[in-house]
């Protein structure tokens, strides 16, 4: 899978999780509803910094839109951590820290 292919594989899961409209994502980027569509869509390619202009429409950095974690299980928790809406995020953390104490050295009892 090409850098492309994941940048957009990644703003779609983006935009369904998020609700975003194409229309509020090309007012972030400065570009129309056509370009948007034949991008997402694998006609065209985007350039670095439209790259950087669509991860931040969703509140990302370019270095979040295309990080790629060598383990997939690592990928897999990131990507969709990602996808989740702003508000959502420290409920996704707090699951996460929770799940994690369940493998830290057992609790002293009282």
């Known amino acids: 899978m090409s850098l492309q292919d994941a940048a957009r594989a990644t703003i779609r899961e983006w935009i369904a999780s998020t609700g975003t409209t194409q229309t509020t994502i090309c007012a972030g980027i400065g570009r129309n509803q056509p370009w948007l569509s034949r991008y997402l869509s694998g006609d065209i390619d985007a350039d670095i910094d439209t790259l950087d202009q669509l991860a931040r429409v969703f509140g990302h950095t370019l270095w979040g839109l295309l990080q790629v974690p060598s383990d997939q299980d690592d990928a897999e928790v990131i990507r969709l951590y990602r996808a989740l809406r702003q508000e959502a995020r420290p409920v996704g953390k707090a699951v996460l820290r929770e799940m ?7 609790r002293p009892r009282r």
């Not at 994690?100 to 057992?106: D, I, V």
């Open 100 to 106: 994690g104490q369940g493998h830290a050295a057992p």
